[in-house]
Every structure is written in structure tokens, then in C-alpha cells.
């Protein structure tokens, strides 16, 4: 019988498949390592054993033990794993930006989830990295892992991952192409490649608001290039002890929607159901293939499996919110069916300005359509509120009425964008759309802009 003992043992071995639509005009062949096959789903599953393995050697997890683990969920689940076949408790730190379903199944698997800010310093004790460290000072006979800094996770790159490429690419490997988080992926397959073959090239993905490429084109660690971006797994804003910076020869930013975009294509084009590092991934060799001849053999690592995703990525209305969506907006009424909740907030004539102010704040909104017997008869925006009340704080107590300006101008729902444009101005900030019911609703200069970009 040809057996597994357990689960862990079906690590490992995944398929390199051929890529052929999204890379129809690179002219290098283009593989990808899908390491959705792994029993967890995600290529984190040879890091999460080795790095258990290697504890129980040095003595640092004991029976019955607990681990901890600031994880994004992959390096969970493969923990989790790990823990279920030989016994140990196991606790994940997650920060809010992760998706519900990575959440879930972490849970299923018998793991307790901490979920924690993401808009804080790595160094506030709010954030993951200090719940995780603080959790595993305060647990008897725990262990933290920190997948960031335990150079395990990298090693079992370099036995695992890095041979298996070289093998299944019978050494014909030109370039590796993989996102970078811990670092443990590209930098444990670039050593192994490249003491096979010193120029193999090591392309590491990176995204907007991370630090990497700076650094490694630099050396300097720019706090500026620091700021929250939806892309998840890849990119950071620490420096991990697993990211070796000698073995990577280039950083590629890649854009969230690009990364979103190009998930969802993987999906659809090549029936390769993967998560958004991926669509990263796949989109940075794009960027990048002026420098590739058609003797090139390229290899991009895909991490994880799409079902992690459907909530966010795959799923239209999550998309849309963040204009990620490749709709053509070419009237009035596609625009605003990017915000279907939409309601149009108004205020009255009579009303004080402080008002008008006060609405503005809560709705964060910069302008009302002034109301007045029931029809629209003028407008007032924050701009001119500002200079009015700098100039003469004594107004804020006057009504509207006393200082509003014209209203705004109507469209029709069929109104073309390029119509709309035309009307929109330093004066005139937005314009109303008349809807078939008979009632109002407003486009703003901010939802143009951001339904041309
Ligand atoms: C989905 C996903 N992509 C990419 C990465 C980055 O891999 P590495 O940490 O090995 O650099 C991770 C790691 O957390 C991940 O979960």
C-alpha cells in the first residue's frame, strides 16, 4: 500500500504548471509553483514542521506544550497542523487587516485567534508583534515561534522548496519570482538556487507601503515608505531576520489593485484559484518581462489557495468599494452605482451654518445641497464655510440662506462622464443627478477622480 502515516508527511512535492494566457507576450516560458496542494493550503506548511521540528530538537517545546504565533493565517494553519498530530496547543495572533475565512479556519483547526490593530507601530504593545511576544512571556511552557526572525523558516526553503524547483526544471531555472514577507520563501529557494547556478536571477515581490525595496536599493530603513496597503502576506514594515538582502537581486512593487486584478485573472484565464500574493507575483514578472528572452525559464511561487479570499478579493462588491473593479464608468448612473448605498444629505435654509458644519463632519462629506420648500435652491461647501468662519467667526449663528451659493447643476442619469466633467470646477464642487423616481442624488469631484483612476 502506498500510505502516509499521517498528514504531515503529504508536505512538500507540489506541481509546476505552465502558464499560458496572462503570459502569452512574455517571451520566456513562465512556470508556477502551486503550493495550494500542501495539506494546509499554502507553502507555510514546510516552514510551520520545520520550524516545530527544530524546537522539540533544541529542547525549547515540551508535551503538552502551547505555541504561539503572530501569523497572517497560512504559517498558522501549517502550525496548526503540526500541533493536532503531535499534541500541542496552539494560539495565532492575527492583525484585522487578514481575511474572515483565514480567521475561520484557523479556528476550525483548533487554534484560539487574538485578532489585533493593524494601524499601529510594530513597537505598540497593541500591535501583533507584541501581543504575540507578551502571550508567550505570560503562558507556562509556551514557545514563540516568530516566524519572522527563527531562520528555520528559511532553511526549510533551502531543503525543501529551492531542490524541488531546481529537480522539476532539470536545473533549467533563469529566474525565481516570489512576494516577500518573512523573507523565508525567496531567500531560502534563492541560496539553494543559486549555489546550484550563481545567475539565477531572485526577483522578490514587494508592495506599496512596505520598506523592502527601499532598503535594498539604499540601505536605508525609510520610515516614510511605511503605510497601510491591502495586499496580504507580502510586504513589510520590520526588517525580519529571514529576508536575506544578499540572495535578492531586485525588489517589484506591485499595486493592491494590480495584485487584486491579477488574482482574479489567475482564477479566471488559467483555472489557477490562488490568493493575492499571486496575483503580486504573477503581475511583477509582467512588469518586469523587458528583461526576458525566450530562453529564460521563470519560476513564480503562488503561496496560498483562493478560497481564503472569496470574502475580499473574489468578491465583486468588496472590489468595487476600493475601485479595483475594471468597470468602465462612461454616464452618471455608472458612477453611482459604485456607492449603491448612497443617500444625498441636505440641509435646510434656515438653518445655522454651525449646522451645515456639524452635518459635513458626521457624514464626512465637503458639501450640502441647500433645501427650501421642499426643492433644492442653493449649495454651501466646506471651502467657503472655512474662509467664511476664519473671516467672520460671528456667521457660524446666521442661517444658511445668508451665505449659500447657487445650486448645484442637474444631470441626467444617462449624462456621459465627459458631460459631467465639463461642469465641475473650483465653484462648482458637484453636481446632482436627477434619478427616474423623481428624487436626487449628488457626484462629488472626488467620486470622478476616483472613477477615472
Ligand atoms: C499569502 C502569502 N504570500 C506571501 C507570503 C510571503 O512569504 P514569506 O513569508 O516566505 O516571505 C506569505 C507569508 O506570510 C503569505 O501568507
Redesign the pocket.
Known amino acids: 500500500m502506498k500510505i502516509h502515516q499521517n498528514i504531515l508527511e503529504t508536505i512538500g512535492n507540489t506541481p509546476l504548471v505552465r502558464l499560458n494566457k496572462l503570459t502569452r507576450n512574455v517571451k520566456a516560458t513562465v512556470l508556477a509553483k502551486v503550493e495550494t496542494t500542501n495539506p494546509g493550503n ?3 506548511d514546510r ?1 510551520a514542521l520545520k520550524m516545530i521540528e527544530d524546537a522539540e530538537k533544541a529542547g525549547l517545546i515540551r508535551p503538552g506544550g502551547t505555541i504561539i504565533e503572530g ?5 498558522g494553519m501549517g502550525l496548526a497542523l503540526a500541533c493536532i498530530i503531535k499534541g500541542y496547543k496552539l494560539v495565532c495572533v492575527l492583525n484585522d487587516k487578514q481575511s474572515k475565512e483565514k480567521m475561520d479556519i484557523l479556528r476550525a483547526v483548533g487554534a484560539e485567534v487574538v485578532v489585533c490593530p493593524t494601524a499601529v507601530e510594530p513597537t505598540d504593545p497593541r500591535s501583533y508583534y507584541s501581543v504575540s511576544r507578551r502571550l508567550a512571556q505570560e503562558t507556562p511552557n509556551s514557545w514563540y515561534v516568530n ?1 519572522y526572525d527563527n531562520l528555520s ?2 532553511q526549510a ?1 533551502y531543503e525543501s522548496t529551492g531542490p524541488e524547483i531546481w529537480e522539476q526544471t532539470d536545473g533549467k531555472i533563469t529566474h525565481f519570482v ?11 529557494v534563492g541560496k539553494y538556487l543559486k549555489e546550484k547556478n550563481p545567475n539565477i536571477k531572485i526577483w522578490g515581490i514587494d508592495t506599496y507601503g512596505s520598506v523592502f525595496k527601499k532598503y535594498k536599493e539604499t540601505g536605508i530603513f525609510d520610515e516614510n515608505e511605511i503605510y497601510p496597503y491591502i495586499t ?3 510586504g513589510e514594515d520590520i526588517l ?1 531576520a ?2 536575506d538582502f544578499d540572495v535578492i537581486d531586485h525588489f517589484e512593487k506591485v499595486t493592491d489593485k494590480d495584485a487584486a486584478i491579477y488574482t482574479r485573472r489567475l482564477a479566471r484565464e488559467e483555472g489557477i484559484f490562488v ?4 496575483g503580486a507575483a504573477i503581475k511583477g514578472v509582467l512588469q518586469m518581462q523587458d528583461q526576458l528572452t525566450e530562453n529564460d525559464v521563470v519560476v513564480v511561487l503562488f ?2 489557495h483562493g478560497s ?1 479570499y472569496v470574502g475580499k478579493i473574489f468578491n465583486d462588491e468588496w472590489m468595487r468599494e476600493r475601485g479595483f473593479l475594471e468597470e468602465e464608468c462612461t454616464t452618471a448612473q455608472d458612477i453611482l452605482n459604485l456607492h449603491p448605498d448612497r443617500k444625498l444629505i441636505t440641509v435646510y435654509a434656515e438653518e445655522l451654518i454651525s449646522h451645515a458644519v456639524t452635518k459635513m463632519r458626521n457624514f464626512s462629506i465637503s458639501q450640502l445641497p441647500v433645501m427650501k420648500d421642499g426643492k433644492i435652491v442653493g449649495s454651501i461647501d466646506d471651502i467657503h464655510v472655512y474662509q467664511l468662519l476664519i473671516d467672520y467667526p460671528q456667521l457660524r449663528d446666521s442661517p444658511i440662506s445668508s451665505v449659500m451659493g447657487s445650486a448645484y447643476p442637474v444631470v441626467k442619469e444617462s449624462t456621459p462622464v465627459d458631460d459631467i466633467c465639463k461642469l465641475i470646477n473650483k465653484q462648482t464642487p458637484a453636481v446632482l443627478v436627477e434619478l427616474h423616481n423623481g428624487d436626487f442624488s449628488i457626484l462629488t469631484r472626488s467620486d470622478i477622480i476616483s472613477s477615472l483612476t
Do not use: C, F, L, Y
Not at 71 to 75: I, L, V
Not at 178 to 188: R, W
Open positions: 499554502s507553502v507555510k516552514m501569523t497572517s493565517g497560512n504559517t516566524q523558516n528559511r526553503h516570489v512576494g516577500v514577507g518573512t523573507g523565508g520563501t525567496i531567500s531560502g496580504e502576506g507580502i525580519p529571514n529576508v490568493g493575492n500574493s499571486a503561496h496560498d481564503r
